[in-house]
Nanobody, 123 residues
Framework: QVQLVESGGGSVQAGGSLRLSCGIS????????MAWFRQASGKGRERVAI???????SYADSVKGRFTISQDNAKNTLYLQMNILKPEDTDMYYC?????????????????WGQGTQVTVSS
């Protein structure tokens, strides 16, 4: 089965940067949509960024221009570069995958998930 493991979270001051990584148990980028979601306590998971097997990307309006999703096929790793971080970016961040060419936007449509990595941005 596909297993995902996130890393790279931590605490940073507003305006700083972090890069999240998602290690994947197999080379799946040719057939899977990959995504980053985030979830605050008591709330649902919010789409952050998605990358399709053809390399096309989409972003939530709240992170557009600040975050960049990318994937390294040789390393079986998904990345989320987060710049100009804001306190409202504080959340648990999750890597997710789905067998698809056309990538859905909702978390309910992704069936493989990592354990999450915490990002905390202080003012």
């Amino acid at each position: 089965q596909v297993q995902l493991v996130e890393s790279g979270g931590g605490s940073v001051q507003a305006g700083g940067s972090l890069r999240l990584s998602c290690g994947i148990s197999a080379n799946i980028f040719s057939n899977y949509c990959m995504a980053w979601f985030r979830q605050a306590s008591g709330k649902g998971r919010e789409r952050v960024a998605i990358i399709a097997s053809d390399g096309s990307t989409s972003y939530a309006d709240s992170v557009k221009g600040r975050f960049t999703i990318s994937q390294d096929n040789a390393k079986n790793t998904l990345y989320l570069q987060m710049n100009i971080l804001k306190p409202e970016d504080t959340d648990m961040y999750y890597c997710a995958a789905r067998w698809a060419r056309a990538c859905p936007l909702t978390s309910d449509d992704y069936n493989y998930w990592g354990q999450g990595t915490q990002v905390t941005v202080s003012s």
